[in-house]
């Protein structure tokens, strides 16, 4: 069993459309959860994180987490196309130190006009 | 704004040569990441450094080593490149643990493609 887990897609949204994706962690004392886009050819860019369970919302993006049953979320409202990208979960575990992250591999999000 | 920057974007080498990768970080940051990309696997860690000299594996080290002598500079080290270690690597750095805001965000470089030959 991988330690973070997403499905890899390709998942297409049309414009306008939400994006809902799922990340599942192995680790159950984990503590920092982060999702980071990347579009083809360039480096991750963190867009969101999320330490409580819940939801946190940045514009049109919302983080859900419900530690319990070990899933973060992230959604995207009214999509665009810009938003077609990789996006990675990545979570810190709670054995790990110095801030280390275990990443998924990721789910690609196309968005279709 | 955290820079990282890395030496090269695109690098070809040929198998057995000993090759250098290196990654500079402008923010005064702690931890230094060594990750390679590729596809369906993800990123996977390589080597970490959370102060200068000290260096701990990933989960992949085989094949790599790494030096950090100064703060900001953290260098990957392939002794004699392989085809198998044809890919993406990107170095990241991040403030240490706890240490205040957005706690183990990680920033990124640009990415080097590496292709051995």
């Known amino acids: 069993q991988k330690e973070v887990e997403q499905n890899s897609g390709p998942l297409s949204v049309p414009e306008g459309a939400i994006a809902s994706l799922n990340c599942t962690y192995s680790d159950r004392g984990s503590q920092s959860f982060f999702w980071y886009r990347q579009y083809s050819g360039k480096s991750p860019e963190l867009i969101m994180f999320?330490?409580?369970?819940g939801d946190k919302e940045d514009g049109r993006f919302t983080a859900q987490l419900n530690k319990a049953s070990q899933y973060v979320s992230l959604l995207i409202r009214d999509s665009q196309p810009s938003d077609s990208a990789t996006y990675l979960c990545a979570v810190n575990k709670r054995t790990d130190s110095w801030g280390k992250l275990q990443f998924g591999a990721g789910t690609q999000v196309v968005v279709t006009p | 704004d955290v820079k990282v920057t890395q030496s090269s974007r695109y690098l070809v080498k040929r198998t057995g040569e000993k090759v250098f990768l290196e990654c500079v970080q402008d923010m005064d940051h702690e931890n230094m990441f060594w990750y390679r990309q590729d596809p369906g696997l993800g990123l996977r860690l390589i080597y970490f450094s959370y102060d200068v000299k000290m260096k701990e594996k990933g989960d992949i080290p085989e094949g790599y080593s790494v030096s950090r002598e100064k703060k900001e500079r953290f260098s990957l080290i392939l002794e004699s490149a392989s085809t198998n270690q044809t890919s993406m690597y990107l170095c990241?750095?991040?403030?240490?643990?706890?240490?205040?805001?957005?706690?183990?965000?990680?920033?990124f470089g640009p990415g080097t493609r590496l292709t051995v030959l």
């Open positions: 990241a750095s991040s403030l240490l643990s706890g240490s205040g805001s957005s706690y183990n965000e990680q920033f």
């Open positions: 999320i330490y409580s369970n």
